[in-house]
């Protein structure tokens, strides 16, 4: 099983039952395993904006926290308006940001940014999952962190390569 598949199961067995999505490609192996894993539905939006309010306000009617995919640092930031919403209302909520490759970063690719950065002020716990075999045990933390009082949007970063990578097993 590789990261993305022990991400959604975890978060699937933790109670996260939606994940909206706009996807790039660091996150393709999240939304294939979206189909391998029935008891979440994956909604994909026309942008990012949409997605995290599509997720604040699932996360304020059920007072459960969906998932927003967000593509980069770029695909986090057209989304920080509504995830400044969601922390204000304390919405349990989990922002799952796709990265490049761990040992791309060095190479500065055109959208490389600082996603831990831009996603701290906005969110009650921000975490980069390293490993594939720290992905389920990051995601059950981060859930934790959105659903304890009085909640909010916790944030994950995921590296493409930490994605990909098999050997991971759900928590």
Request: overall charge negative.
């Amino acid at each position: 099983m590789n990261g993305a598949q022990a991400l959604i199961r975890t978060l699937a067995g933790c109670g996260v039952e939606v994940c909206f999505a706009n996807p790039g490609t660091s996150e393709m192996h999240f939304v294939a395993a979206l189909d391998t894993v029935p008891e979440m539905r994956g909604v994909l939006c026309l942008s990012e904006g949409v997605v995290t309010g599509a997720a604040d306000g699932y996360g304020r009617m059920t007072g459960r926290p969906a998932a927003a995919l967000l593509h980069l640092g770029p695909g986090l930031g057209n989304g920080l308006a509504n995830l400044h919403n969601a922390r204000r209302a304390a919405t349990p909520l989990l922002a799952v940001v796709g990265d490049h490759a761990t040992y791309h970063k060095r190479l500065d690719a055109p959208l490389e940014s600082d996603i831990d950065s831009l996603a701290r002020p906005v969110s009650v716990w921000v975490r980069r999952s390293l490993r594939a075999d720290d992905v389920a045990a990051d995601a059950v933390d981060a859930v934790t962190a959105a659903c304890a009082p009085p909640g909010g949007v916790a944030t994950l970063i995921l590296p493409a390569d930490v994605s990909w990578t098999d050997g991971a097993r759900p928590a």
